[in-house]
């Protein structure tokens, strides 16, 4: 193999090497056509990346250049923010035209997330099947199964065989359209599964796509389907919907009504982007910033972020308060300024730690109120245990700087208090926040860092009030 056809790292991730830099010059010079000739070659998806990395003005000049040859698939792989620009430049007219040519739940991934006003002019200039189709999955709760699905589903009759079932696919395909028992059956872009359904439409049974291609033409579909399969009501959750695949490894599954008739397939690609989606949110929401901090204007960014800095605010003062009750003791002795942000600093980073842990554990369903106990247990002892060992360290050090034994046996005790508190506080705090049905990555970090401030000021200025004065 010719070595110089294998990609390189950076290659397999990103744009290929020079294609931003070459766009961006010729957006520069307005070249219109090398930039034709340079964007049109390109992968959807790097066509979102690299409307995603330009500033408005060029954007629309590059949306205005595809719009003739515009592929729909961009619109899935933008940023929220991104795509809202993007489809105000296409128009209302283009923006439907390019929905009828997606799945239905990328088409509905699109629609979701568009203004009310918006929305509605769109879907009035979408034909009325595709419209239905959107409408309905509008109908279920915000990031939910019935949301998430694709409505193509391949379904067959408990009584067909496999030669049947091959020649309906064909069959299909070639009339971009079928029909099984179950009634009309559009076959989707791609599919990894079949379902059989009895005359209910209920489905009885999933078979892989790979086992009808090896099976005989006689087989009947009953006797090489898989009769367990996890079926996902409408309103199920995303997350769980997510947890669920990756327990079973499920490549997809069906989702059913109220009644238990099948309704449409998440596939795993979408279950991806939501495993993607759902750890973005928790990271950004962990450091109190939106999921679209990078590309909302600045005036949002700053609206977004000053209620959490308030909040901090707050937790700072309060913390100060505290510092404020021994500003005599602090007074008589410089050295106790100097030490004691480092227990407060350490208390919360190994409270940080342990909420991370905690948070991650909770969204993957791996700490429940069954080993609840345990865990804090732990997390407490790993508390208690560091803050011997940095005692220990920190003793020594303060011990020597300033000269004072006692100076050292109090920051020392004051440092195993509050890595026990950090401990404890960094995994009751998220439990008992989701227990409440508030959203752990979302306030968790506030509460920890006033506790482990809070603590270690007061732990270390009060052992210094009663010993060393």
């Given at each position: 193999?010719?070595?110089?056809n294998?990609?390189?790292?950076d290659?397999?991730?990103?744009l290929?090497?020079?294609i931003?830099?070459?766009?961006v010059e010729?957006?520069?010079?307005?070249e219109?056509?090398?930039?034709?000739?340079?964007i049109?070659p390109?992968h959807?998806a790097?066509i979102?990346?690299?409307?995603?990395?330009?500033g408005a003005?060029?954007?629309?000049?590059?949306?205005?250049?595809?719009?003739?040859?515009?592929d729909?698939e961009?619109?899935?792989?933008?940023?929220?923010?991104?795509?809202?620009?993007?489809?105000?430049r296409l128009?209302?007219?283009?923006v439907?035209a390019?929905l009828?040519?997606?799945?239905?739940?990328?088409?509905?991934e699109?629609?979701?997330e568009?203004?009310?006003?918006e929305?509605?002019?769109?879907l009035?200039?979408?034909p009325?099947?595709?419209?239905?189709?959107?409408e309905?999955?509008?109908?279920y709760?915000e990031?939910?199964?019935g949301?998430?699905?694709?409505?193509?589903?391949v379904t067959?009759?408990?009584f067909?065989?496999?030669g049947?079932?091959?020649?309906?696919?064909?069959k299909s395909a070639?009339?971009?359209?079928?029909q099984a028992d179950?009634g009309?059956?559009e076959?989707?872009t791609?599919?990894y599964?079949?379902?059989?359904?009895?005359?209910?439409?209920?489905p009885v049974?999933?078979?892989?796509?790979?086992?009808?291609?090896?099976?005989?033409?006689h087989v009947?579909v009953?006797?090489?389907?898989e009769?367990e399969?996890?079926?996902l009501?409408?309103?199920?959750?995303?997350?769980?919907v997510a947890?669920v695949?990756?327990?079973?490894?499920l490549?997809?599954?069906p989702v059913?009504?109220?009644?238990g008739?099948?309704?449409?397939?998440?596939?795993?690609?979408d279950?991806?982007?939501v495993?993607?989606?759902?750890h973005?949110e928790d990271?950004m929401l962990?450091?109190?910033?939106?999921e679209?901090?990078?590309?909302?204007?600045?005036?949002?960014t700053t609206r977004?972020?000053?209620m959490?800095?308030?909040?901090?605010?707050g937790?700072?003062?309060l913390?100060?308060?505290?510092i404020?009750?021994?500003?005599?003791?602090?007074?008589?002795?410089v050295?106790?300024?100097?030490?004691?942000?480092?227990v407060?600093?350490m208390g919360?980073?190994?409270?940080?730690?342990?909420?991370?842990?905690?948070v991650?554990a909770l969204?993957?369903?791996?700490l429940?109120?069954?080993n609840?106990i345990?865990?804090?247990?732990?997390?407490a002892?790993?508390g208690?245990?560091n803050?011997?060992?940095f005692?220990?360290?920190?003793?020594?050090?303060?011990?020597?700087?300033f000269?004072?034994?006692?100076?050292g046996?109090?920051?020392?005790?004051?440092m195993?208090?509050?890595m026990?508190v950090?401990?404890?506080?960094g995994?009751?705090?998220?439990?008992?926040?989701?227990?409440?049905g508030?959203?752990?990555a979302?306030?968790?970090s506030?509460?920890l860092?006033t506790i482990?401030?809070?603590?270690?000021f007061?732990?270390f200025?009060?052992l210094a009030?009663?010993?060393?004065?």
């Open positions: 193999m010719d070595n110089e294998i990609p390189s790292e290659q397999v991730h990103d290929e090497a020079g931003e830099e070459e766009v010729a957006l520069a010079a307005d219109h056509g090398r930039l034709a000739d340079l049109q390109l959807h790097d979102a990346d690299l409307l995603e990395r330009l003005d060029d954007r629309d000049q590059v949306v205005d250049i595809l719009r003739d040859d515009f729909p961009i619109l899935t792989e933008l940023d929220e923010t991104v795509r809202d620009h993007v489809i105000e128009g209302v007219e283009e439907a390019a009828q040519e997606l799945d239905s739940d990328d088409a509905l699109v629609v979701e568009l203004d009310e006003d929305q509605q002019q769109v009035e200039a979408i009325l099947g595709d419209r239905t189709l959107i309905e999955g509008l109908s709760p990031d939910s199964a949301r998430l699905m694709q409505r193509e589903v067959i009759p408990t067909w065989n496999v049947q079932t091959i020649d309906f696919l064909r070639d009339q971009d359209d079928g179950g009309e059956n076959l989707p791609q599919f599964d079949l379902f059989v359904v009895d005359p209910t439409h209920k049974g999933t078979i892989p796509l790979s086992r009808i291609l090896r099976a005989g033409r009947p009953t006797d090489i389907l009769t399969m996890k079926l009501p409408v309103t199920t959750d995303q997350e769980d947890f695949f990756r327990q079973r490894n490549v997809s599954a059913v009504d109220d009644g008739r099948l309704v449409g397939a998440i596939t795993i690609d279950v991806v982007d495993i993607d989606e759902e973005e990271i962990l450091g109190g910033v939106s679209d901090d990078l590309y909302d204007a600045t005036l949002d977004a972020r000053f959490w800095l308030l909040i901090n605010l937790t700072a003062i913390a100060s308060v505290v404020g009750l021994f500003d005599a003791t602090l007074e008589q002795m050295a106790l300024a100097v030490l004691m942000p480092i407060a600093s919360g980073n190994a409270g940080t730690q342990t909420l991370t842990v905690a991650r969204a993957m369903k791996e429940t109120p069954t609840a345990r865990v804090i247990g732990k997390e002892l790993v208690v245990f803050g011997v060992l005692a220990g360290l920190i003793g020594v050090v303060a011990w020597l700087w000269g004072s034994l006692g100076l046996v109090v920051i020392g005790l004051a195993i208090v509050n026990f950090a401990g404890l506080a995994t009751t705090i998220p439990l008992a926040l989701d227990r409440m508030i959203d752990p979302v306030a968790s506030v509460f860092t482990t401030d809070v603590v270690g007061f732990v200025l009060g009030a009663l010993f060393l004065f």
